[in-house]
Structure formats: C-alpha cells, structure tokens
C-alpha cells in the first residue's frame, strides 16, 4: 500500500445560495457605465460521523462572499469619423480561503493569521483604443492592475509542511 493512501468520501450536505445584480446604464450614446455585485452564502448543513477537519462553521473554500465590479467607458468622437474609446474598470473580490480545511492556516497556528486568504482587494485596468473610421483595425494602449495590488490567485498552504502554493496574480502591466 502506498502512503498516505487517499479515499473521497461525501461530508453530508451543504448549501450555496445568492444573487447577482448586472446592470449595464447608457446615459448618453458616448457614455457607458456597467456595475456588477455578487453576494454568496455557503455552509456545511450536516457533517457524516467521521468527518475529520470540517464542522458547520467550516468555510467553503474559493467562495468570495462579496464580488463586484464598475466599468466607465466613453467613446469620443475625433476628426473624420474616427473615436477614441477610453475604459476604466474596478474588480474586486472580497476574502476567501483557498484550501481544504486541515490545510488552513486557522488549523495551524504556527503561521501568521490571514496568510492562506486570498482576496480582500480590487484592481484597476485602463484601456484607450483608436478606431479609425471604415477601418479594419485599432490601435489600443492598456494597464492592467494598475494599483499594484499582490493578489493569490488559487492555490493552498500546506501546513504539514509549511508550504504555500499558489498562483501568484499578475502585477501590473502597461
């Protein structure tokens, strides 16, 4: 037999509901606006008997309660038909954990607290385009994350051997 040896078993119930809200507003036919807002809430219902490392209170993992997102863009109108569209988005996502319970740093306490959440931040990207008119092309300049923020993407700490595993978001880009 090989060690350790994995079995996957079922944990009992849970249950995952929210909402989502898109709304995409056009005040003026230059002038875009779009808003998205996410809310979800998971939770172990029952545990089966021999369940080890999971209670009700058990966060699900790679579930962000809060998620949203605000986008602005506006279409300029240039000189002989061309427009220069320019966007700016705001996406954020509230914490979350990445990994399996035993593999939480709440489950080891030798590890800083917060260390396995990924989240708890948002990122801003900035797009300008130029499209002539009766053009086949465009020309667009862009920054992703402008703000810098360090973000763990997915991934688990492994707290049997003080690991982390991650996939490390991009920085910023322009």
């Not at 606006?33 to 009700?56: C, E, K």
């Not at 998620?67 to 002989?80: I, R, V, W």
């Not at 319970?101 to 708890?120: I, K, Q």
């Amino acid at each position: 037999h090989q060690l350790p040896n994995l079995l996957t078993t079922n944990v009992g119930a849970a249950r995952a509901r929210g909402a989502e809200l898109e709304m995409t507003i056009v005040p003026t036919d230059k002038f875009l606006v779009n808003l998205n807002l996410g809310y979800l809430d998971t939770a172990y219902t029952s545990i089966l008997p021999g369940t080890l490392f999971l209670d009700t209170s058990t966060a699900f993992a790679q579930a962000p309660k809060h998620t949203g997102s605000l986008g602005f863009q506006y279409n300029a109108s240039l000189a002989k038909g061309a427009q220069l569209i320019t966007r700016v988005d705001y996406l954020y996502q509230s914490q979350f954990w990445r990994s399996l319970a035993f593999l939480r740093t709440s489950f080891w306490t030798a590890v800083p607290a917060g260390f396995d959440e990924s989240g708890g931040s948002g990122i801003v990207n900035l797009r300008m385009t130029y499209e002539p008119a009766n053009a086949n092309w465009n020309l667009a300049v862009f920054g992703t994350n402008l703000t810098d923020e360090r973000l763990i993407n997915s991934g688990f700490f492994h707290g049997i051997w003080a690991f982390d595993f991650a996939t490390v978001g991009r920085p910023r880009e322009a």
